[in-house]
């Protein structure tokens, strides 16, 4: 189910005041269904907060954010979205499939579930390639990896929208290109909604429909190819260092 504009996340008005900052001011956009959504922008612009609004997990969060047609962090959400953190979030203590069996088992308890869980962490892991590293401890995987296992705990329940905070920020180019053919497949065979962030401008290329923002503010919400255009510019990171000056121009002008 989607919202009644046909959008998977429709946000209005939203607004995240922690103390006395005003971290995000007044959001107002949409993420297309089963398209890959780029959130770009500096570290510091609100991105992490925003992706926490989405899945439910942001205090103080006023206006409106609809995720999949509910309120973000209705109950009936949780099987539906999935969510990575900008910390890979394993238990080292455990072996890779062990960590995927435990959260396979939370989302489909009871032995009924059993030959379900079995196949779906057996699928996770694939997508992930990590069948090869199943049964190494996660406290002895690399950093890519232990990144891959989040991933995988993340795709257990074949979500409609994936929520990934920075997720491909600071790993080897190869896994990168890797992890971004999984995420367009995801979108064109599953019909997934992806919502990725990122402060790596590069990236932005490799998206469907991009939100870039500063200082708690989207300054602009549009395909690649648009915000190029607009801008007279060859790359995402020129259009959006346009965008920048642009908006400080105006800035200081009302003063």
């Not at 990590?130 to 049964?135: G, K, Q, V």
Request: aromatic share 4%; glycine share 10%; charged share 25%.
């Amino acid at each position: 189910m989607m919202n009644s504009s046909g959008s998977a996340v429709e946000a209005r008005g939203l607004t995240v005041v922690r103390g006395s900052r005003t971290v995000l001011q007044g959001l107002d956009f949409t993420v297309e269904p089963g398209r890959i959504t780029g959130l770009l922008g500096p570290s510091g612009c609100g991105k992490s907060t925003l992706m926490r609004a989405v899945v439910g997990t942001q205090a103080k969060v006023t206006g409106t954010l609809t995720v999949l047609g509910s309120p973000a962090g209705h109950p009936s959400l949780r099987p539906r979205v999935g969510y990575v953190t900008q910390a890979p979030s394993v238990y080292t203590d455990l072996t890779v499939r062990q960590n995927l069996d435990y959260f396979a088992a939370i989302l489909r308890p009871g032995r009924a579930h059993r030959d379900e869980r079995r196949a779906a962490v057996t699928r996770a892991l694939a997508e992930v390639d990590l069948t090869s590293h199943e049964d190494a401890l996660a406290g002895n995987l690399s950093g890519g990896q232990r990144t891959r296992v989040s991933l995988a705990v993340a795709l257990l329940g074949t979500p409609d929208l994936l929520v990934l905070d920075e997720l491909t920020v600071g790993l080897d180019p190869v896994l990168r290109r890797d992890l971004w053919q999984l995420f367009h497949t995801l979108a064109a065979e599953r019909g997934t909604t992806l919502l990725i962030s990122s402060h790596v401008m590069d990236e932005a290329e490799r998206c469907h429909r991009l939100l870039l923002m500063r200082e708690g503010r989207v300054l602009a919400d549009d395909t690649p190819e648009a915000l190029r255009a607009t801008a007279g510019t060859d790359t995402v990171e020129a259009a959006f260092l346009h965008l920048v000056d642009a908006a400080a121009h105006r800035k200081e002008n009302d003063r």
